[in-house]
DNA sequence: ACCGAGAAGCTATGAGCGAC
DNA sequence: GTCGCTCATAGCTTCTCGGT
C-alpha cells in the first residue's frame, strides 16, 4: 500500500462553524447501495452540515473537523469508533441520469476519519477529492429549503416546522416522531416557557401547522397525534405529512431511484400499469416506452392520478395522451 | 373477565396582566 | 387598544384498582 502520494494530497481545511442552520439533503442524485445507519447518518449530517457549497475546490478533498464535545451531544462515544470505521469504507454511487445508457460511479467518502488524532479534540473527516465536485452542487442537487415560502411565513415556528417536514421528506419519510424535549429545543423555545403541552401546541405548533397548511403555493398539511398514552405523561408526537402533492412528488422520486437501480424491472411493472389502467394502443405504447422524457411524465402524471391530483379528469388515458402530445391530429382534413 | 367509581391527566376557553 | 403570555377552571377522557 503506497500512501505516500496520497498524503501528499491536498485538503481544504473547513473552518468549523457552530449552529449552522442550513442542512442540504441528498436529494436524487444519490443512490447508496450501503445504507447509513442512523448513528452513520447523524454523523454524515454533522459532515454536510459543515460544508459551504461555494467555497469547495472541486480538485481538492475537504478536511471537516467537529469538536467531540459536539458529536457528545448525540452519539455515545463508545459508538464512534465502530461507526467511523464502516463509515470510512463507504461507497457513495452516482448515476447520472441524463446519459440515455448506464453510466455509473462508486466514490468512496471519505480518505480517512480520525478522532481526537493528537488529543486534537476533533472528529475529522477527509473526503475524497473525487467525491468534491457533488459537495459543490449542494446547492441545486439536493433539497434545499424554499427560501421564500420561508420569507413569507409570519410565525418563526412555521419556518422552522417547514424545515423540519422537507428535511423528513428529503429522506423518503412521511411520518416521525418527535419527543416533546426535542421539539421544544428544535423550536427554540424557552425552557421556562409554555411549560404545559397545551400551550406549547397552541402558541408554537398550532400556528405552524395552520400556516404550512395555508400557503399559497404547495400547502403542506401536517398532522400530529400524541403518541402512546393519549392522555397521560404524553412525551412524543407523531407527525404524519398528509399532503398529496408532497406525497406525489416522494413517489416520483421514489420511481426515479427504482429505475436508476433496475430499470428493466420498472419498464416491465410499467406496461403493466399501462395494459391494465389505460386505454392505450400498442404502437403509442411502444412510443411512450422507448423515449424517456415520454416515460418520466406518463409516470409523473400517473403517480398523480393515484394522489386524486387530478379530480375532475374523466378519461384518465385521454388526458395523458394529451399531456404527452400523443394524440392523434387530423392531417388530412385540417381547417 | 368485567364493572364502576374515583383519581389523574388532558383540552378548550378565557380572564388577567404586563409590555408596547 | 393589541399582543404575547401565564394561569385557572370547567368539562372531558382515560387509567387504576377494588369488588364481583
Known sequence: MAHTELEEEHYYEHPYTPNRKDNYLPNRMVISNTQFSRVEQRLFEYF??????????????????????????????????AVTRSMAQKVMTFFDMSKSHIEFKHVPLFSSISFNEDNSGYLEFRSNAQLSPYLASLGTQYTRYDFKTILAFRSIYSTIMY?????????????????????????????????????????????ARKELASTEKFPIVVEYEHLGNKQRNVTHLEFTIVTQWELSQLEQQEYRDAVTLNP?????????????????????????????????????IHIEFENGLHPKVKNKTAYILACLDLVKKKTTRSK
Request: charged share 30%; aromatic share 8%; net charge positive.
Open 48 to 81: 454536510i452540515n459543515q460544508i459551504d457549497h461555494n467555497s469547495i475546490n472541486i480538485k481538492h478533498g475537504i478536511s471537516v473537523k467537529i469538536p467531540i464535545t459536539k458529536i457528545r451531544e448525540t452519539v455515545k462515544v463508545e459508538q464512534v469508533l
Open 163 to 207: 424545515k423540519i417536514v422537507k428535511l423528513h421528506l428529503g429522506q423518503n419519510r412521511t411520518k416521525f416522531i418527535y419527543s416533546i424535549d426535542e421539539l421544544r429545543r428544535l423550536f427554540q423555545v424557552e425552557e421556562k416557557k409554555y411549560t404545559n403541552l397545551n400551550d406549547f401546541k397552541k402558541y408554537v405548533l398550532e400556528p
Open 264 to 300: 428493466s424491472l420498472v419498464y416491465a411493472k410499467l406496461e403493466e400499469i399501462i395494459d391494465q389502467q389505460y386505454l392505450i394502443k400498442k404502437e403509442t405504447k411502444q412510443i411512450i416506452l422507448s423515449n424517456a422524457t415520454l416515460i418520466d411524465k406518463f409516470v409523473t
